[in-house]
């Protein structure tokens, strides 16, 4: 099979509100940096997949907010409604496809122009589910109850996931919440939808990332030293919450499986060196690692612990901070792309980890995980 | 400062109604629970998995259903939640009394869980796995509140 590799990426700094910003400014921001980066002009973009949702972008077709600025006029441009992850996913598929060589995607959200609770509703069926108001914290307090009375895990046991992760942010310029807290200091703050506290919980944010992909045959002709993808899957669980064993994630199971296989990596603990997951609530980041063979289910929090997954840790999980400090939605997962590249190339900065040759880059389509997708990424082809 | 006020532009009132199908299945069932007080669940003919709510295909087996069974009325909770941030309720665009109990019941009979309101009076009663009943509204027009909440009866 042909190969491709991610030669540039770019990122706003996340924000609570951008408010002097458009959806266009933003893209525009991050597509520049992206091109900078490659040490590429637009012209060397021969296709554009941006990522984004009509309902949070309060508007039909919403990639025509960002076309002019992502350099699509007079290329093919196509959407994605999900994750940037996905957005990544369908961009990687046309740099493979043979009709294209290098493929810009976008990720954008804008949480501070909307109400979110309000959009996440929407995410519910209509019939039976959307008039219970329910919406994504409260459908990830359900998860988190459910994951607890199935494991034994308690409340301050994924605090300490937030202490980490805000503790991390500090050393990332590009995130929103950097904070020093202790596992006390969440167990204080306000509870929002038992078991979880505001400091559980990931904010409402803005911002764009943007990627570069591009077929092997031109992946060293620009600046930017190539980072390989190895491996990607995505696999999605039933639609109707209540379908599903809401206290593991047979899906993300699967999507790892599939993406281990494709990058040959038989043991995923011993050759993974370091994990960008989808933390939009502390728990996650324990059901997530377990439910990629990462740790053992149940047993995350005991390894989190014991500081095994610290910036200094034996499994770095999430060194830029994660969801947890800055959480634009649809763009989250590109920026966790973004971040393994920079890691894998040694240009993370202050949050850089020791040894970072293969990755992982996790995102999250749905509420409580009903899609999602993995990414191997290389140092190495 | 005025030129800082006019960096946005808000959409005022203005609303997008819409008008979702019922479908054959939710006509059934919720004229079932309506008129007598019955909930209904659909099995699949190839796995045998009684789904509530009710819809017309089994995903896994990709097939048709259309086999009726009555499930509970009582059931366990599945999982649950207490809401205490306010929120908007969609149905009337007005901000919810917080706290109030969610969660997910699975009925007797039922392979599937159904998302419904709990009953937080005795909070220390909501667990996974607690006893509850459904607790019927006395007007009942044919939607998901023809059941007002679930109660715990352990």
Known sequence: ????????????????????????????????????????????????????????????????????????????????????????????????????????????????????????????????????????????????????????VKPEDAALVSVKNHGNALKNPMAQLPMNITVDDVMASEMIADPLRKLDCSPVSDGCCAVIIAHESVATKFKQKPIWIRGLAFCTDSFFFGDRDLARSKALTEAAKKAYAMAGIKDPRKEIDLVELYDAFSYQELLWLEEMGLADYGKAAARLKAGEFNLDGALPVNPSGGLLSGHPVIAAGLYRIAEIVLQLRGDAGAHQVKKAKTGLAHGVNGLCGQSHCVWILDKEK | MAEKEQLIIESGDAAQPFKYAVGMHGSKFFTETRDNMRLMGLKCPKCGKVYVPPRGVCGKCFVEMDDWVEVGPKGVIGTFTILRFAFIDPETGQQKPVPYGYGFIKLDGADTLLQHYIDIKDESKVKIGARVEPVYAQERKGITRNIEYFRIID
Not at chain 1, 115 to 139: C, H, K, Q, W
């Open chain 1, 1 to 152: 099979m042909d190969r491709t590799a991610i030669i540039g990426v770019g990122m706003t700094t996340i924000e609570a509100e951008k408010r002097r910003e458009t959806f266009a400014d933003m893209t525009w921001e991050a597509v520049n940096k992206a091109l900078s980066d490659a040490g590429m002009t637009i012209a060397d973009i021969d296709n554009v997949v941006t990522t984004s949702s009509d309902f949070w972008d309060g508007r039909t077709i919403s990639l025509m907010a960002v076309g002019d600025v992502s350099g699509a006029a007079e290329k093919n441009v196509s959407c994605v409604e999900g994750d940037g992850t996905y957005g990544a996913f369908y961009a990687n598929a046309r740099a493979l496809s043979g009709s294209y060589k290098t493929t810009l995607v976008t990720g954008h959200s804008k949480g501070s122009q909307c109400v979110s609770s309000l959009i996440t509703n929407a995410a519910f069926d209509p019939i039976y589910e959307r008039v219970l108001g329910m919406d994504m914290i409260t459908a990830s307090a359900m998860q988190a109850n459910a994951y607890m009375n199935r494991t034994g």
